[in-house]
């Protein structure tokens, strides 16, 4: 396997010594991710957009396309802020070119919606493809509405001051803690973010 390979989501040039192999199930839950991969499209889909059908089409075949990867994907330090994962474990599988437990295609129905939200978010409107669900709350870092079935994460607010100690938060909560949370709500783009810059700072990098 060679150590120089290119980050299967952003393209650029990596060295499999400094990137994370990712098993498909857990790029597809990433609306990070998504958002980045909609961007290349967003010509295309706008045009389309005055036809309902056909911008939902293309969506449909974006996301089957690659939810059908049946290999792991080799991640970038950069692009691994898209994800929360088991850091050191998948280090170690991108390093010794090993397959991560669970990798395999995916289904598409199991992971639109997270799909969806990164579409309207780049897009503009919910693909008329798939079920908008309601919205059940709002990050508290970053203000996203946050769809039922959603996957969201807790920053305690001992762990929200170390990280504003540490710079991995730049900017404090935009709202007081809540007391049900000892803390708060974080979407999932937020804490694959906070979840990547932590572990740099305990690098010392
Ligand atoms: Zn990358
Ligand atoms: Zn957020």
């Known amino acids: 396997m060679p150590e120089s390979e290119v980050c299967d989501t952003c393209g650029t040039a990596t060295r499999r ?22 961007q290349t499209v967003v010509g295309m889909a706008r045009v389309l957009g005055r036809d309902e059908r056909a911008q939902a089409g293309l969506f449909d075949r974006l996301i089957t396309q690659s939810g059908s990867s049946d290999t792991p994907w080799l991640v970038c330090e950069e692009c691994s802020e898209w994800f929360v994962f088991d850091r050191a474990a998948a280090r170690e ?11 395999g295609a995916v289904d598409p129905a199991g992971f639109a919606p997270f799909a ?10 919910w ?8 919205v059940g ?11 039922r079935g959603e996957l969201f994460g807790r920053i305690s607010t001992e762990a929200a001051e170390a990280h504003l100690a540490s ?19 974080s979407c999932w783009i937020c804490m694959g973010r906070v979840q990547a810059r932590a572990h740099r700072v305990q690098d010392g990098r």
């Open 17 to 38: 010594s400094s990137g994370y192999h990712l098993p498909t199930k857990h790029v597809v839950i990433s609306e990070a991710y998504w958002r980045s991969a909609f």
């Open 93 to 103: 599988h991108a390093r010794r070119g090993s397959v991560p437990e669970g990798s």
């Open 116 to 125: 969806a939200a990164a579409w309207e978010h780049v897009i503009g409107r």
């Open 127 to 134: 693909p008329a493809s798939v079920q908008q669900p309601t």
């Open 137 to 147: 709350d709002t990050c508290d870092f970053c203000a996203k509405k946050i769809y």
């Open 167 to 185: 710079g991995v938060l730049e900017t404090p909560p935009l709202n007081p803690p809540r007391p049900d949370q000892q803390g708060w709500l």
